[in-house]
Every structure is written in C-alpha cells, then in structure tokens.
C-alpha cells in the first residue's frame, strides 16, 4: 500500500500557500496583502520558502508518512519534488492556466479563483505521479 500522506499535505499546502489566493507577501501595496489574486517573483520566493519550511516540518519533523524498512531514514524525495513543484505551478510566474484573456498566460503575474484551481488539479496529478506512481525518493542519514 502506498503513502499518500506526502501527497495531500503538499496538495494543501500548495493550496493555503499559493501567492494572492489567502495572501501574498510581500504585497504591491503593503508587506501583507490579503485575497488580491496577484502575485510577484519576491512574493513567489517569500512563500517557495515559507512552502519548503512547512513541508519539511509536516514530512521530516512530524512524519506523516510511514517507514517501511528496518532503519528508519529522511526521505526528502517528497519535500523536493514537492517544493519544485510548488514554483513551477504557482499560477502567474510561468503561466496561468486559464488566463484573463486567453486560455494561456505566460508570466503574467496574475492569478484567479480558476486558475489556482486548475494548477491545483496538475499539482496534485503530477505530485501523485512522482511520489506514489515512480516512487522517488532521496534518502539520507
């Protein structure tokens, strides 16, 4: 039977930390900015941090996932495919699918309601192929 802890705490995180759906830091305007559907390369990288420091935190410290061997071992396998998805999907900087005006934007810096669901939806399917479909892991200690 397969783990899929990794995969749903990545998912809702991707969710609750996607730039302008709950919040964006840092704002156009202000430091914090909340539900303004917009988003910006620092404000990528504030919450790519934020992202990599929870799910190593949820998979690492608090291991939501189980071992199945005899000696007990990080896997960061989840928490890199993880955080490099997060950056790549995150709705704006490279694309956003569905745009404001076409069907694909390219760094647009925007997002949507739709859009953040939709990128959702390819999170989940492409973190589901990796960590339970391939399997990849990076074991240390």
């Not at 996932?65 to 396998?77: Q, R």
Request: hydrophobic letters at 55%.
């Amino acid at each position: 039977m397969e783990n899929w802890g990794p995969v749903f705490v990545s998912v809702l995180l991707f969710v609750i930390l996607t730039p302008g759906l709950l919040f964006q830091v840092p704002g156009k305007q202000k430091c914090v900015e909340f539900g303004n559907f917009h988003t910006s390369g620092a404000s990528i990288i504030v919450h790519s941090l934020l992202y990599f420091s929870l799910v190593c935190v949820f998979l690492l410290a608090i291991k939501v996932h189980l071992y199945l061997g005899a000696k007990e071992m990080a896997d960061w396998g989840p928490v890199v495919i993880a955080v490099v998805l997060f950056v790549l999907l995150s709705p704006g900087l490279l694309f956003q699918l569905p745009g404001r005006n076409r069907v694909v934007e390219f760094g647009n810096m925007q997002t949507s309601g739709l859009s953040i669901l939709v990128h959702t939806v390819i999170f989940f399917g492409l973190i589901t192929i990796f960590l339970i479909a391939i399997g990849v892991h990076i074991y240390t200690g």
